[in-house]
């Protein structure tokens, strides 16, 4: 189900035009999509605890997407049965003063996962590109540069054991604007809206332009990336919970075997 949303090296996405609501060639309904979540919330929980227990490597989770693109409830219904012990989440804002007197990769190095966890990143180093690009204010030059210094990176990640699995949540304008509007009239969820996401909502589509450059730019082997569609929260859920699975079970973490004598030991 997930392997036509994986964008292959070198190739784009196509975000224009790209259906923002449906997965190609499978067909689900909200019920059916909700057993099959149930189904892989429990099977990540398993294998999250094979791979903490095996403790040597550590699988990273990017989410990338517009404002309202559904980054945090890709989260928390994913690995809602996760001890949240054995999670690192990470949400990245615009860097601080601190962290400006830094290389842009120096607070996603330190906010990495320890080995058996989970690192979950909602935003992350590709902001770094992805701010700057869709306001006009990288040059072209500068971005390649940077998805140069990223693909390097996200190679010695894997080289050292931490599998990178990479998710842009695909909503369409139209989804963002009700989104939005329902920030605005709600007064439980305002709190998330700044005056300014309308400026990044202006420029939609440079930012979709940014995305395409990214993804073209930065899935590989190693770390691919996954235009999931997200307009549906229950597609979109199920979706993502699948990515995670199957990116555990390719890790195939194994549960060490004890100390010696203690299989078949009988407690007194
Ligand atoms: P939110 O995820 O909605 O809480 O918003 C976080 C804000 O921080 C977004 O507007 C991001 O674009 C911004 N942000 C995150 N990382 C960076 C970065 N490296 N450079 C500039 N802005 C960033
Ligand atoms: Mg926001």
Same mark, same amino acid.
């Given at each position: 189900?997930?392997?036509?949303?994986?964008?292959?090296?070198?190739?784009?996405?196509?975000?224009?035009?790209?259906?923002?609501?449906?997965?190609?060639?499978?067909?689900?309904?909200?019920?059916?999509?909700?057993?099959?979540?149930?189904?892989?919330?429990?099977?990540?929980?398993?294998?999250?605890?094979?791979l903490?227990?095996?403790?040597?490597r550590s699988m990273l989770l990017?989410?990338?997407?517009?404002?309202?693109?559904?980054?945090?409830?890709?989260?928390?219904?994913?690995?809602?049965?996760?001890?949240? =012990?054995?999670?690192?989440?990470? =949400?990245?804002?615009?860097?601080?003063?601190? %962290?400006?007197?830094?290389?842009?990769?120096?607070?996603?190095?330190?906010?990495?996962p320890?080995?058996?966890?989970i690192g979950?990143?909602?935003?992350?180093?590709?902001?770094?590109?992805?701010?700057?690009?869709?306001? /006009?204010?990288?040059?072209?030059?500068?971005?390649?540069?940077?998805?140069?210094?990223?693909?390097?990176?996200?190679?010695?990640?894997?080289?050292?054991?931490t599998s990178?699995v990479?998710?842009?949540?695909?909503?369409?304008?139209? %989804?963002?604007?009700?989104?939005?509007?329902?920030?605005?009239?709600?007064?439980?969820?305002?709190?998330?809206?700044?005056? =300014?996401?309308?400026?990044?909502?202006?420029?939609?589509?440079?930012?979709?332009?940014?995305?395409?450059?990214?993804? %073209?730019?930065?899935?590989?082997?190693? =770390?691919?990336?996954?235009?999931?569609?997200?307009?549906?929260?229950?597609?979109?859920?199920?979706?993502?919970?699948?990515?995670?699975?199957?990116a555990l079970?390719?890790m195939?973490?194994?549960?060490?075997? /004890?100390?010696?004598?203690?299989?078949?030991?009988?407690?007194?």
């Open positions: 189900m997930i392997d036509p949303l994986r964008i292959e090296p070198g190739s784009a996405p196509k975000l224009v035009g790209r259906d923002t609501s449906a997965v190609p060639e499978w067909s689900i309904d909200k019920s059916d999509a909700e057993r099959e979540l149930a189904e892989r919330v429990v099977q990540i929980d398993l294998l999250q605890n094979r903490f227990a095996e403790n040597a990017v989410l990338q997407g517009t404002d309202t693109a559904g980054k945090d409830g890709a989260i928390k219904n994913t690995f809602k049965q996760v001890n949240p =012990a054995f999670l690192h989440v990470t =949400a990245f804002k615009a860097p601080s003063s601190t %962290e400006l007197e830094h290389d842009y990769l120096w607070r996603v190095h330190a906010a990495l320890e080995r058996g966890r979950i990143f909602n935003r992350s180093h590709y902001e770094d590109v992805l701010v700057p690009r869709g306001r /006009g204010l990288l040059s072209a030059g500068r971005v390649a540069q940077r998805y140069g210094h990223i693909n390097d990176f996200e190679r010695m990640l894997t080289d050292e054991g990178v990479k998710v842009l949540l695909h909503i369409s304008k139209e %989804e963002q604007r009700q989104r939005l509007q329902a920030r605005v009239d709600d007064p439980e969820k305002r709190w998330k809206m700044r005056l =300014a996401d309308l400026d990044d909502r202006k420029l939609w589509d440079d930012f979709q332009s940014a995305y395409e450059e990214m993804i %073209e730019a930065t899935s590989t082997e190693h =770390a691919p990336w996954y235009v999931v569609p997200a307009d549906r929260k229950w597609l979109r859920n199920v979706v993502v919970a699948e990515i995670v699975v199957r079970e390719a195939a973490p194994t549960i060490p075997p /004890g100390d010696d004598g203690i299989a078949g030991l009988v407690v007194e």
